[in-house]
């Protein structure tokens, strides 16, 4: 076998290649298991040992030799490719890469929460299973009460005996009013975001769970136009754009007076259905009942506050355009994709 033909006739091939589908073929003919290098090794045992010694290493070196110009070409392949088969076309786009993100809710409760700490309000949360007397009896509405009715109640049976009040799926976030000013002294204000339940019927307007944020400002001369005045702040922000804001009496019993917001978007939207000119009901709120600063012990001529419980998924369905609160916890990927 003349080692020096195999190198000379190695080395000039290689230096001829152009593409790596050529480089994969030399390789497998001057270093695979079945070259004429490895047939060599394998014939040098039938020699004496000085012999084997000698043709051994020179085969070695050029093995050695064989292997880092292979190394060598592949790299130059890779780097400087021709307008041959390997021919790489930079300017085609890329596969896009596939980013999680997050839920519409998360970002719509992130951009309110942002608005109303950006005015001063602590984030406070509250627990989802709560007692009847905090979502129901300590905002004036006991048992015999006809406004239990605006509450369909998920009611979480207990075994426990003697137990002072009957637990619930909060259906509001409002019993974090009680709570709240049962511990701390005013002047503050606050916001409550939070799940909560409801036993209803489901239907394009109607989920068994939602969202509310609860807010809760006390102090000395607090005042309706104080909370107007907030409002249209923080819908603002939230909608990047003027809006008209006005308030419809309503009754609740935890608060005296009490209303119902509604809001106007000026600018057109891309929603067809959602015409510019309609108001939207965003949240009910008031003036708070004087009982409930009795309850927790503040004097009542000398506090007032306002409170009030906003509708996350419905501000996320106006400033999305989504039509039904059910897609929210579809999980659909078809529609969590757009956001
Ligand atoms: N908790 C009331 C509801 O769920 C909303 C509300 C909150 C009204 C605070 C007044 C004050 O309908």
Not at 182 to 198: A, D, H, L, Y
Not at 211 to 232: D, P, R, T, W, Y
Not at 294 to 302: D, E, F, L, Q, S
Not at 316 to 329: P, Q, S, V
Request: charged fraction near 25%; charge should be positive; hydrophobic fraction near 35%.
């Amino acid at each position: 076998m003349d080692l020096r033909q195999l190198k000379k006739e190695a080395e000039n091939r290689i230096s001829l290649i152009k593409n790596t589908s050529d480089l994969e073929k030399w390789r497998i003919k001057y270093l695979g298991r079945k070259s004429v290098l490895s047939l060599f090794f394998n014939s040098l045992s039938k020699l004496p040992l000085i012999e084997k010694r000698k043709q051994g290493q020179e085969a070695n070196a050029i093995r050695q030799l064989f292997s880092s110009l292979y190394k060598k070409k592949r790299e130059g392949l890779e780097t400087n490719f021709s307008f041959s088969s390997d021919f790489i076309d930079i300017t085609q786009p890329g596969e896009k890469i596939h980013q999680g993100h997050l839920h519409p809710l998360t970002l719509i409760l992130r951009d309110i929460t942002d608005s109303f700490q950006k005015m001063g309000f602590s984030i406070i949360e509250g627990p989802e299973i709560e007692t009847e007397y905090y979502n129901f009896d300590a905002l004036n509405i006991p048992a015999s009460h006809p406004a239990r009715d605006m509450w369909d109640t998920l009611w979480i049976k207990s075994k426990a005996k003697n137990q002072k009040s009957k637990m619930l799926l909060r259906t509001h976030t409002s019993p974090m009013q009680v709570r709240y000013m049962e511990t701390n002294q005013p002047p503050f204000r606050i916001i409550v975001p939070g799940k909560c339940f409801r036993y209803e019927a489901t239907d394009a307007s109607h989920e068994i769970q939602f969202h509310q944020i609860e807010g809760l400002m006390v102090g000395e001369n607090i005042s309706l136009s104080n909370f107007k005045a907030i409002i249209e702040e923080v819908v603002k922000d939230i909608f990047k754009q003027q809006v008209s804001v006005r308030f419809r009496p309503n009754y609740f019993p935890f608060v005296s007076p009490g209303v119902e917001v509604d809001i106007k978007l000026k600018q057109k939207t891309r929603n067809k259905k959602q015409d510019t000119n309609e108001w939207l009901e965003i949240m009910g709120a008031g003036m708070v009942h004087p009982d409930l600063f009795k309850r927790v012990g503040y004097a009542t001529n000398r506090w007032q506050g306002f409170a009030f419980g906003l509708g996350v998924e419905r501000i996320a369905m106006i400033k999305y355009h989504i039509d039904d609160i059910r897609l929210f916890f579809s999980s659909d990927i078809r529609f969590l994709e757009q956001f």
